[in-house]
């Protein structure tokens, strides 16, 4: 049933943003020139995926977990798509594309091997990786891997129709503040 979900809220989420989302990818042009940022993660059963967001951070920046990178890397336009979550908006096609669910665990890079290793004793990659979850409306990042992943367990172990509204909601109410950036 969330798969049909997450089906029919992707496939509306893109429609109805579809000019709101171009209108962000010329501004991104105008911001780094590469508006897209795209990055190899750890999805369902650690099968990797591409998931592709709006750039917030300069071209150069390393490929590591937010929580690692400089805050000096986050350009002024980044900062606005991260304070509101519209850097997430191009997730929604990782979702359609049946390689996230809009709530799930966040996905992990594949040089987080502390995370992977935690995740992996949780249990936690037998479902899609998510644009939100538990994790994100609690501020809890993957700066804490197994404080994370058993957060992971427990939105799994948990998860109704009720939850994944909720958590949806939570979201876009602006609950939890997203990837943290030292």
Same mark, same amino acid.
């Given at each position: 049933?969330?798969? !049909? !979900?997450?089906?029919?809220?992707?496939?509306?989420? !893109?429609?109805?943003?579809?000019?709101?989302?171009?209108?962000?990818?010329?501004?991104?042009?105008?911001?780094?020139?590469?508006?897209?940022?795209?990055?190899?993660?750890?999805?369902?059963?650690?099968?990797?995926?591409?998931?592709?967001?709006?750039?917030?951070?300069?071209?150069?920046?390393?490929?590591?977990?937010?929580?690692?990178?400089?805050?000096?890397?986050? *350009?002024?336009?980044?900062?606005?798509?991260?304070?509101?979550?519209?850097?997430?908006?191009?997730?929604?096609?990782?979702?359609?594309?049946?390689?996230?669910? !809009?709530?799930?665990?966040?996905?992990?890079?594949?040089? $987080?091997?502390?995370? *992977?290793?935690?995740?992996?004793?949780?249990?936690?990659?037998?479902?899609?990786?998510?644009?939100?979850?538990?994790? $994100?409306?609690?501020?809890?990042?993957?700066? *804490?891997?197994?404080?994370?992943?058993?957060?992971?367990?427990?939105?799994?172990?948990?998860?109704?129709?009720?939850?994944?509204?909720?958590?949806?909601?939570?979201?876009?109410?602006?609950?939890?503040?997203?990837?943290?950036?030292?």
């Amino acid at each position: 049933m969330i798969r !049909l !979900l997450d089906i029919f809220f992707s496939l509306i989420g !893109l429609i109805i943003t579809l000019p709101f989302l171009i209108a962000l990818y010329f501004v991104g042009l105008f911001d780094t020139g590469s508006p897209l940022f795209k990055q190899e993660r750890v999805g369902r059963n650690k099968k990797p995926f591409t998931l592709v967001k709006f750039r917030t951070m300069k071209v150069d920046t390393a490929s590591v977990a937010s929580h690692l990178a400089s805050a000096s890397s986050i *350009t002024p336009f980044g900062g606005f798509l991260r304070r509101t979550k519209l850097d997430e908006l191009p997730q929604l096609w990782n979702v359609l594309k049946g390689e996230m669910s !809009l709530v799930g665990p966040r996905p992990g890079l594949f040089n $987080q091997h502390e995370l *992977t290793q935690q995740r992996d004793k949780y249990n936690v990659f037998a479902v899609r990786p998510g644009i939100t979850g538990l994790a $994100q409306v609690n501020d809890v990042d993957m700066s *804490t891997p197994l404080k994370l992943a058993k957060l992971d367990k427990k939105m799994i172990d948990s998860l109704t129709i009720k939850i994944y509204f909720k958590l949806i909601l939570m979201t876009v109410a602006g609950k939890g503040s997203g990837d943290r950036v030292k």
